[in-house]
């Protein structure tokens, strides 16, 4: 009867090193404290980075979807620079212009001025902006209620109007403020819509006391102007923010007809590139961090080495009688091997989890919400299982490579 | 080639021609085998005497394929074992050569059952059958009853004969035994002893024992003496 040769040797070397190292609690366990230590606090701080990051994001974010925004140049004149958005430069047709480019999805003309809103009795003072049906999705601001105009109602000039939250409340109170006529400038407007909450911007203004109206109408019966104050743009994607800045720039020195030598007439702002600045120093604090940590789990890697020094040089006897019995050089090298690899595995795991305590914590007791994502995880499973392996070899090669007969002799 | 054939076509299982062997320690060099020549035949029970000193260890050593002489060959089966690498000794070592040791030198972190399966782990068998084998083992030296103890559990004796379970679990056909009943009285020496007869008569396994107490060079069939590293006398009992 021969037996049959099994496949699950490894699992084997994996239970024996298991239980090998578990003889030894709280030596194995001081061992792999620097692990531990180093893989914790590399979790803790990549997950407070990508937090702080997610946060600089997610205020970007609302104030549109990888936004540029086009303001008319200053005039330089006399030698007298007057600051931007002096100059009636930018026009409809422009908006309709760069809306044809490639990398841009879409964007709005916006002019804006403050006015007096009467609704019945009440009347308020408030921003009122014109813009163009495509407001809702450069802004990222859709209607909580009603509709939003449609790009009918722009090119017809309509007297509709979609009202922002704190506008609404002050005029309507509690009521319902769709389907009312509300007075602008002596102009009559229906209430089509109810914008959303937006909150404050980044100025700490408050986005919702406005009322919005079609770009035209503001055009043509309030503000009385051919030019606007600016042109919202939303960029395909985040990368075609930059392609959009220069498409825009080149388009419009075209359409304004330019000389080559001569400065532009308008200024092209990049939200995006105000995003990545903030998290690109986000990044670079993260990066001292985990390298602080890097360092802890190379201190880490130290210990088990000398741990696993001192396992190979008790354990001579042993090594000795299982090469008497036929193990080969391999053999000896795959079983101490195994088990550093286990145990700095089982320090990345307890790190881990450590890691992922600290995050915890400083989630629920500061204001800044930490990310922990797979990613760091990952990493941090291969990269304390390497750092056993890496730091385990040298102990085990000398294991492997001693003389049967002295290693016997050992005791 | 090294390899050379008994002209008779059969070939002795361990032929020792003029192996010599010398230690170097820092410049003295001590020569401690002068040039040993030696025929084992399948299913002897042979022991080796000599004082200590004598060179009966290295020879020993040597004949276990823990060692490599320094000259000379050593045929085993036919084939010339004297140049192999390590971890061609060592797979000769776990399929030809079953080890028994004064000490016992079994692994203490491991049961007793699981130290029997050691060799068989090594030959790259683990599953149920291994087991069996291992426990078939350890029944020839009468322990099936403490298969799950750990060495530290079980008296002196009984420990050898763990060892010896482990030496033949592999049906190696050379059992290999250096003073093993050194550190045991005279009781349980006998007891020991008496396995290895069993061994050698059931099984037909070679025996080679290295002594220098004669009572128990006595259960063997044939006396090696050793001395200053040369065979005095070699005499069938």
């Not at chain 1, 009385?224 to 104050?229: A, I, K, M, N, Y």
């Not at chain 1, 308008?266 to 001292?288: D, K």
């Not at chain 2, 099984?203 to 590293?229: E, F, S």
């Amino acid at each position: 009867m021969k037996p049959k040769r099994v496949k699950f040797a490894f699992f084997l070397d994996l239970e024996s090193a298991y239980k090998t190292l578990l003889r030894n609690k709280i030596r194995s366990f001081l061992t792999i404290l620097g692990i531990i230590i180093g893989v914790g606090s590399v979790i803790a701080t990549i997950g407070i980075g990508q937090g702080a990051s997610k946060a600089i994001q997610n205020s970007i974010n609302s104030m549109g979807s990888n936004m540029l925004i086009i303001l008319p140049g200053s005039s330089s004149l006399g030698g007298i620079n007057s600051g931007f958005g002096v100059l009636p430069t930018l026009t409809l047709n422009d908006v309709y212009a760069i809306r044809k480019l490639s990398s841009v999805r879409t964007d709005t003309a916006i002019l804006g001025m403050s006015q007096q809103v009467i609704w019945r009795g009440n009347n308020w003072s408030t921003l009122i902006m014109g813009a163009d049906s495509t407001f809702p999705i450069v802004r990222k601001w859709p209607v909580a209620k009603g509709v939003f105009f449609t790009p009918q109602q722009v090119a017809s000039a309509a007297n509709v109007a979609v009202i922002g939250n704190t506008a609404a409340t002050e005029l309507f109170g509690l009521i319902n403020p769709i389907g009312h006529i509300i007075i602008i400038h002596s102009v009559p407007f229906t209430v089509i819509g109810l914008l959303s909450i937006k909150g404050f911007n980044a100025f700490g203004q408050d986005q919702d006391d406005t009322v919005i109206i079609p770009i035209t109408t503001m055009m043509e019966k309030i503000a009385g102007t051919t030019w606007v104050h600016a042109i919202a743009v939303s960029a395909k994607t985040q990368k075609d923010t930059v392609t959009a800045q220069s498409q825009i720039t080149q388009l419009l020195r075209q359409r304004h007809h330019i000389p080559i030598n001569k400065p532009n007439d308008f200024f092209v702002r990049n939200l995006t590139e105000i995003a990545q600045a903030a998290n690109s120093s986000a990044a670079t604090f993260t990066i001292l961090l985990a390298s602080i940590a890097a360092v802890s789990l190379l201190v880490g890697g130290i210990g088990i080495m000398n741990i696993m020094l001192v396992s190979v040089t008790e354990r001579t006897k042993e090594i000795g009688i299982r090469m008497a019995i036929g193990a080969k050089k391999s053999d000896i090298l795959k079983q101490f091997l195994i088990e550093s690899a286990v145990l700095s595995l089982f320090g990345g795991l307890l790190g881990i989890t450590l890691g992922f305590g600290i995050s915890s914590a400083i989630s629920a007791f500061s204001p800044l919400k930490t990310v922990v994502t797979a990613e760091p995880i990952i990493i941090s499973v291969v990269f304390s299982l390497c750092v056993g392996i890496f730091f385990g070899f040298y102990p085990a090669y000398k294991a492997s490579r001693m003389n049967p007969v002295e290693a016997l002799r050992y005791e | 080639m090294a390899n050379s054939y008994d002209i008779t076509g059969k070939d002795p299982l361990i032929r020792l021609e003029n192996i010599g062997m010398i230690y170097k320690i820092g410049d003295i060099s001590y020569e401690v085998l002068k040039g040993i020549n030696l025929t084992v035949e399948n299913g002897e029970f042979v022991s080796i005497m000599g004082a200590s000193g004598s060179g009966k260890s290295t020879l020993m050593n040597i004949l276990g394929c823990l060692d490599k002489p320094t000259s000379g060959n050593y045929f085993l089966e036919g084939r010339d074992v004297s140049k192999l690498t390590p971890d061609e000794l060592a797979e000769i070592r776990n399929k030809k050569i079953g080890f028994v040791f004064q000490g016992f030198n079994l692994i203490q972190r491991l049961s007793i059952l699981e130290n029997v399966m050691l060799p068989l782990y090594y030959a790259g068998l683990h599953s149920k059958d291994s087991e069996e084998m291992a426990l078939n083992a350890l029944k020839l030296v009468d322990l099936s009853e403490k298969v799950n103890k750990f060495p530290n559990q079980i008296s002196g004796g009984e420990q050898q004969r763990v060892a010896i379970a482990r030496a033949v679990v592999n049906d190696a056909p050379i059992i290999m035994a250096d003073e093993p009943t050194g550190n045991l009285d005279s009781v349980r020496g006998a007891d020991v002893m008496n396995f290895f007869e069993k061994i050698n008569a059931e099984r037909g396994a070679t025996i080679i024992l290295v002594t220098h107490d004669k009572h128990v060079a006595d259960y063997a069939k044939r006396l090696i003496t050793v001395k200053d590293g040369i065979i005095l006398s070699s005499e069938t009992i």
